[in-house]
């Protein structure tokens, strides 16, 4: 079937057009979506949390790939939940939800939704596989609603293969003295997509984004973040790292969007790129947009190599030049892989960085 998607991962405020990261309009053949035959995509579920199988009616949520892509989860969903957390509830026990394309799953069309009620917390691990040599489609669409005092975690890990196409699509929507952490890992699939927005409404109320990419070959990945601050002495970190080799490609848009009456909010963005190939393609938009004065934005975006004098020191210690940038490159992706609670999804993450390095007879520098 054609899928056709306008302005996916558009800039809250268009910027001069020839840069190319305004937004991107998709048309693209895809996979029969069928019904989703794995019932097991759910594990571990705590007892405190109520999970259906079925949509529940909530409030629509504005989300960072945009409305062409949550319609057409919206129109197309095979899979996925509903999860509610009681008031009062704090549940040491993570959510676990895998899904994985194969011959039965070419198409994985999954919205996940969560509701963090007054004072509750909780974390949701969402991990993507697919079958080696299968050629396959994924997009999701994740709503976090964080009620007040209320935390939701999120992780998401994606490892799809070369062959794949993928779509990570988040809204969140946070309350007062609420908070919301993302962790996002975006290494697989040969063209990805990935955007998140997420409304600061309540005073207080937080968010804390941190991805983490790689690029090797010809993958392209295309990515949108967003921070709405509406709410007084809200507060927003979004951080993004990556590693980009042979002729990949990404586009970073970053955006930290204040207000009218967010009075003392704090919004902070960065974002670290480690170049390995002249034929790399590496955009970044670092955006702050201001309708309010009393508040305090930063933002920040670096690209290039690897520092020579790290690279000194750990050839100095017995590597060879290769295995000290392997080693660099797992360093920079640690501080978010840290934040994967299971075990055996961390050494799953490692597993494939590993294996396409690999693959990798040498790094230019």
Known sequence: MNMTLKQINSLPAPTWSWLGVNGTDISLEIPEILPFQNENIVSQIPKEVTVFSRKLPVPTVETGLGADASNFVLDHRNCGITAVVPAGIYSEQPIYLSYRIDEANPAVVDMNTVVAEEGSEITIVMSY?????????????????????????????????????????????????????????????KTAFAGCKTRLLGRNSRMDMNTIYFGDRSRSLDTNYIAEHVGQKTHSEMKASGALLDESSKIFRGTIDFRKGAKQAVGHESEYSLLFSPRVRNRTAPLILCAEDDVEGQHAATAGKIDENKLFYLMSRGLDELAAKKLVIEAQFQP???????????RAVSDYVEKRLNRIESLSH
Do not use: W
Request: net charge negative; hydrophobic share 45%.
């Open 129 to 189: 596989f697919s079958k080696e040599g299968v050629p396959g489609f994924h997009s999701g669409l994740t709503r976090l609603y964080a009620g007040k005092n209320a935390v939701i975690h999120l992780v998401q890990v994606q490892l799809l293969n070369d062959i794949c196409v993928n779509f990570d699509n988040i809204g969140a929507v946070v309350q007062e003295n609420g908070g919301i952490d993302v962790v996002q890992v975006e290494f697989g699939a």
């Open 336 to 346: 978010a892989t840290g934040k994967i609670p299971d075990p055996a999804l961390r």
